[in-house]
């Protein structure tokens, strides 16, 4: 392998999680392609076409030219509409059609990992004609396939990979914005600390202080007088994170201990996914 150390990890964790996924999906019928997942507005086969699609940005394929429907009652953004541009070309694909461009695009993106001799630092094309390192776009595409991965596995019954490589790019992605969520977006009150404990396949205990500017930072010290403490499993964290689920619909997995006007405040901004 020739990809730099601090990109290994996130190929390592890209390559499981993707070829979960062309081993979950390879013997669906084709009904199967049409199921729901939990993300919105997304099919099985949405899904696989997502991340063919996000593959072959990753390989430097020209994106396809294409009108969207303007009934897409998911898409709400600009961002959701380039994002779903790769998803509603493929809608009326086949499974055996699915299935084949996925394996394609898997080999041509392994062999690229393969041959990867670019630095970090390397400033790549991001969605939406941005810009982006390297180091983030690998990591961001580790996070989404695993993402994904659990989405299919809802959808088709098949739990399973939530401690894989990719649930710890998933966790380290996610509290990455957390102190944001709790200083900015729930508005926590200066001079507080909130604890999450989180149990299950993936275990944390962190704590995000927000200091009398208001600032956020996160640590692995207990706080001995947090404001409130939330409580749950690794697999209802990451639902709610990703906005796969509002928080009423898994209150009976979450404990919360202290403020539960914050807690809740905090619950509400929890989705951090587009």
Same mark, same amino acid.
């Given at each position: 392998m020739t990809v730099h150390p601090s990109l290994q990890p996130y190929a390592d964790a890209w390559t499981h999680s993707i070829e979960a996924i062309s081993e979950l999906v390879q013997p669906l019928v084709e009904g199967e392609w049409n199921r729901a997942t939990p993300c919105p507005g997304w099919s099985v086969r949405d899904i696989v076409s997502h991340i063919i699609g996000m593959e072959c !940005? #990753?390989?430097? %394929?020209? @994106?396809?030219? +294409?009108?969207? $429907?303007?009934?897409?009652?998911?898409?709400?953004?600009?961002?959701?509409?380039?994002? !779903? #541009?790769?998803? %509603?070309? @493929?809608?009326? +694909?086949?499974? $055996?059609?699915m299935t084949a461009e996925l394996e394609y695009t898997l080999i041509r993106r392994a062999r690229q990992l393969r041959n990867e001799n670019r630095s970090p630092d390397t400033l790549i094309r991001a969605p939406l004609g941005a810009e982006q390192s390297l180091e983030l776009a690998y990591r961001m595409r580790a996070f989404d396939v695993w993402c994904h991965e659990q989405d299919l596995r809802t959808a088709l019954g098949r739990p399973g990979n939530l401690d894989s490589p990719g649930a710890y790019v998933a966790r380290d992605n996610l509290l990455t914005v957390l102190p944001r969520v709790v200083a900015k977006d729930a508005g926590a009150p200066p001079n507080t600390a909130v604890v999450f404990d989180v149990h299950g396949p993936v275990e944390f205990l962190r704590t995000v202080r927000v200091d009398a500017e208001g600032r956020g930072s996160i640590d692995g010290a207990p706080s001995l007088g947090p404001a409130a403490t939330i409580a749950m499993d690794w697999e209802t964290y990451v639902r709610l994170a990703c906005g796969r689920v509002r928080p009423a619909a898994v209150a009976g997995q979450v404990k919360v201990e202290g403020d539960a006007e914050l807690a809740a405040a905090i619950l509400g901004a929890f989705a951090v996914t587009p």
């Open positions: !940005e #990753m390989l430097g %394929d020209p @994106r396809p030219i +294409h009108s969207l $429907p303007r009934d897409l009652y998911h898409v709400r953004s600009d961002f959701a509409r380039y994002m !779903e #541009m790769q998803v %509603d070309v @493929r809608r009326h +694909h086949t499974g $055996p059609e």
